[in-house]
């Protein structure tokens, strides 16, 4: 009986480990150590919104969706400076262990001065960065995730050059499909951003969390061991549309070929996110990696 449960208790420890979360940020030369869910939370000091478990989130109607489990300020919560058009990086716990699955990133600009005291779920949220079905099929191809593994388990986002000035979220936001129902991992860090624009998120770009996906959508219910699977070399990604993206017909965006009524951004500019062309969208070569 005892043998049986130690076992048993042996063999649920790497399923616990194989989860986790944004651990630590860096923002040009500067460090910024994460929330360590597992540590009591008093004297914890991050730009990091606290959470607690490494466990994903299952349900996209789930009120912590937005910034995890609680995802509040701390009592010492602490806010990045970051300039407008630069980058950050976020890192997870290394080697994150699920490549299948797209990756998101999200800003909302909280109202006054500071995120500090702000519930996240009030905030209207837009997409900045995105990386899904990066080449090959559903069934075995390389994704946003995959990268991110590939990348020392870390993610490099620009902040768009174009936003307004003032204190904002930004959420992290890795999404794993290799078991149904899809598993949600977002983290959220507090930012104060200058030097930026002034182009603000149209309504069509702005999304609540919850709110912004169900439980239904396509690209949270894809079984990517199906049949279809192997030969589907699309994937839509959940959430609106990019931020500054051209206005589209379809859900499913694609990178603005020639022709476009609006002022489409420059090919380098930084409001285009770094791997916002690499959505897998209409690829159609090999599939034999
Ligand atoms: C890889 O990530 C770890 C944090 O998980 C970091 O300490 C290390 O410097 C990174 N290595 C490189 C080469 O960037
Ligand atoms: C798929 O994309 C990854 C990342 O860009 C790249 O390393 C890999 O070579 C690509 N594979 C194919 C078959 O194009
Ligand atoms: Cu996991």
């Known amino acids: 009986m005892l043998t049986k449960f130690i076992c048993l208790a042996l ?30 939370p008093t004297g914890q000091t991050s730009i990091i919104r606290p959470w607690s478990t490494y466990n994903p989130i299952l349900d996209a109607t789930d009120p912590t969706i937005s910034c995890n489990d609680d995802g509040t300020s701390g009592a010492l919560q602490l806010t ?3 300039t407008a058009g630069e980058k950050l990086t976020a890192y997870w716990n290394p080697v994150w262990p699920h490549p299948y ?19 996240s779920g009030t905030l ?9 079905l990066i080449n090959g099929t559903v069934f075995n191809g390389f994704w946003g995730d995959g990268l991110m593994i590939a990348d020392n388990s870390s993610w490099t986002t620009t902040i768009p050059s174009t936003i307004p000035n003032g204190p904002y979220l930004i959420r992290f936001e890795t999404i794993a499909l290799h078991s149904l129902p899809a598993q949600f991992y977002p983290e959220c860090a507090q930012l104060m951003v200058s030097g930026g624009g002034s182009k603000a998120p149209t309504s069509a770009e702005l999304v609540t969390f919850p709110g912004a996906y169900s439980n239904s959508d396509p690209g949270l219910t894809i079984d990517i061991y199906s049949n279809a699977a ?4 699309t994937y839509p990604i959940p959430g609106p549309p990019l931020y500054g993206s051209p206005p589209s017909s379809s859900t499913i965006s694609t990178p603005s070929p020639t022709g476009s009524p609006t002022p489409t951004p420059s090919p380098t500019g930084p409001s285009v996110p770094e791997y916002g062309q690499c959505g897998g969208i209409g690829y159609t070569g090999s599939t034999t990696w």
């Not at 649920?12 to 540590?39: D, S, T």
């Not at 209207?124 to 899904?132: E, L, N, R």
Request: glycine letters at 14%; a positive charge; proline letters at 8%.
């Open 11 to 40: 063999m649920a420890l790497p399923r616990a480990m194989a989860h986790g979360g944004v651990l630590a940020i860096a923002i040009g030369g500067a460090w910024y150590n994460g929330w360590q869910p597992y540590n009591s």
């Open 80 to 82: 990045a400076p970051i």
């Open 101 to 119: 699955g797209p990756m998101l990133v999200y800003m909302a600009q909280c109202p006054g001065s500071t995120c500090t005291g702000v519930n």
């Open 124 to 132: 209207k949220w837009f997409k900045t960065d995105q990386s899904g």
């Open 230 to 233: 192997q030969t589907e070399t």
